[in-house]
C-alpha cells in the first residue's frame, strides 16, 4: 500500500525554522508542495535519486530538500520563514501506479 506521511508543521514567528518530514511506503517520495488558501498547488522543492535539488525562486536560499535512503524519508528544511510561507505543505511520490500525495501538514507564519 503506498502512503505518504508528513510531519513537523505548526505556528512558528517570522524568521523562524521548521523541518518537515515526509515518510514513504511502497513508492519514493520525492518533492514538496504546498498549497494557501485560495491559491493553486504549487511545487516547493524536489530532489532526484541522486541528490540533486530543485526549488522554487520564492524558497531559494531559505528551505533545504534532502533524502534518507534508508529511512525513505525526505525533509525539508526551512529557515527565514516569511507570512507569505504559510500554507498546507504536501509531499509528493510519482510511480508507475501514479501520482501520490500525503494528507498535509499546515504550516503558520505569523507574529
Known amino acids: 500500500q503506498v502512503q505518504l506521511v508528513e510531519s513537523g508543521g505548526g505556528l512558528v514567528q517570522p524568521g523562524g525554522s521548521l523541518r518537515l518530514s515526509c515518510v514513504a511506503s511502497?513508492?519514493?517520495?520525492q518533492a514538496w508542495y504546498r498549497q494557501a488558501p485560495g491559491k493553486e498547488r504549487e511545487l516547493v522543492a524536489a530532489i532526484g535519486s541522486g541528490g540533486g535539488a530543485v526549488y522554487a525562486d520564492s524558497v531559494k536560499g531559505r528551505f533545504t530538500i534532502s533524502r534518507d535512503n534508508a529511512k525513505n524519508t525526505i525533509y525539508l528544511q526551512m529557515n527565514s520563514l516569511k507570512p507569505e510561507d504559510t500554507a498546507v505543505y504536501y509531499c509528493n511520490g510519482v510511480s508507475l501506479g501514479g501520482n501520490y500525495w500525503g494528507q498535509g501538514t499546515q504550516v503558520t507564519v505569523s507574529s
Open positions: 511502497s513508492i519514493r517520495a
